[in-house]
Nanobody, 119 residues
């Protein structure tokens, strides 16, 4: 079983920055990729960013956060960070970290961390 621990959410004002962290306790599993989704009331969960953990440096972003958010990983660890700059009210959501283990067809999910951006 893979367990994910998220941290770094909070309440900020428009234009501020936040950094989210997510660490996976992977046990016997190899983690291939990790990333973040977000969900706000009445909306579907959407991809924020994702990054390969093993075998490369590929990463991707949702269209709404390109140029403002940066995903990175800690070398040798199943830990990812999401640096969020120029936050807007539309970024208000619960942010969920996920991990995809090798050979598994479904993601493991964190408990979610609330990000609230107010003007």
């Amino acid at each position: 079983q893979v367990q994910l621990v998220e941290s770094g959410g909070g309440s900020v004002q428009t234009g501020d920055s936040l950094r989210l962290s997510c660490e996976a306790s992977r046990g016997r599993f190899v983690i291939d990729s990790m990333g973040w989704y977000r969900q706000s009331p009445g909306k579907q969960r959407e991809l924020v960013a994702a990054i390969v953990i093993t075998g490369g440096n590929y990463h991707t972003y949702g269209d709404s956060v390109k140029g403002r958010f940066t995903i990175s990983r800690a070398n040798g660890k199943a830990t990812v960070y999401l640096q969020m700059n120029s936050l807007q009210s539309e970024d208000t959501a619960v942010y969920y970290c996920y991990a995809r283990a090798r050979g598994r067809s479904e993601n493991y999910w964190g408990q979610g961390t609330q990000v609230t951006v107010s003007s």
